[in-house]
């Protein structure tokens, strides 16, 4: 068993000094078989490391594509020496409920969605605050995290989704893309003053308030303004959380 799992290391190793450009991974990638192309494209797209896909891209069979599907469940698994791979099993849950539940109000699966990719990423939220029938804001939810600093985030904060202009899918809010003066409806202030904005939302609804700048909960800053830090949280520190 020793020897057959240092052999599939050595095998991903020699495999990964072999660069592959952006043009190769989607043309090996559209080459795949069925089941194959479904498992990186959908299945693990959010947990897969670039090297690891550039590995799996390389392989020449599907004996190799087997060994590394093996290898790459058995590098999560947090109970090697038991029978079940407890992370193998709620990624599939995640999955599942995903598809069942963030695809109602999408053209595309629920696991394309951002509501579906968080969830897929990180798993189910603390707690859930819904504001979805309020006249002066846009339909919102917000989901609250905790606990979560051993895979590298902050270890309390929210991540938010709003109907952009009140119509469509939930999207990923970004304070510094968005801001408060997004959430609100038929807000006539300077778009580019966010104190502003800020304050008259603050009015409306603290909790919203509160989330619209900053999406983690323990910063500060002195004068309100859309947070960096939430920008990195939401585009680079979530998506790199299961790698």
């Given at each position: 068993m020793k020897r057959k799992a240092l052999t599939?290391?050595?095998?991903?190793?020699?495999?990964?000094?072999?660069?592959?450009?952006?043009?190769?991974?989607?043309?090996?990638?559209?080459?795949?078989p069925p089941a194959y192309r479904e498992w990186i494209?959908?299945?693990?797209v959010y947990i897969i490391t670039q090297?690891?896909?550039?590995?799996?891209?390389?392989?020449?069979s599907d004996k190799e594509r087997n060994i590394f599907i093996e290898a790459f469940w058995k590098q999560r698994d947090p109970t090697p020496n038991t029978p079940n791979n407890e992370f193998k099993?709620?990624?599939?849950?995640?999955?599942?409920?995903?598809n069942n539940w963030f695809g109602r109000q999408s053209p595309s699966p629920g696991w394309r969605t951002d509501m579906g990719r968080i969830h897929i990423t990180l798993g189910e939220p603390k707690s859930i605050d819904r504001f979805e029938n309020m006249s002066e804001v846009y339909p919102l939810i917000i989901w609250f995290y905790e606990g979560l600093s051993d895979m590298g985030l902050p270890n309390a904060f929210s991540v938010v989704f709003f109907k952009k202009d009140g119509v469509g899918e939930y999207r990923l809010y970004s304070p510094l893309q968005?801001?408060?003066?997004?959430?609100?409806?038929?807000?006539?202030?300077?778009p580019s003053d966010y104190v502003s904005a800020y304050r008259t939302l603050m009015n409306i609804e603290p909790d919203i308030a509160n989330?619209?700048?900053?999406?983690?909960?323990?910063?500060?800053?002195?004068?309100p303004r859309p947070s960096m830090a939430s920008e990195i949280l939401i585009t680079?520190?979530?998506?790199?959380?299961?790698?």
């Open positions: 599939i290391i050595i095998f991903l190793f020699v495999l990964s000094l072999v660069p592959v450009s952006a043009a190769q991974k989607k043309l090996k990638t559209k080459n795949l494209e959908e299945e693990v090297k690891e896909k550039e590995v799996f891209l390389q392989l020449q099993t709620e990624h599939y849950k995640r999955i599942r409920y995903a968005y801001g408060p003066q997004r959430l609100m409806v038929n807000y006539m202030g300077d989330v619209s700048l900053t999406l983690i909960t323990q910063e500060k800053t002195l004068v680079n520190r979530i998506p790199a959380a299961p790698m």
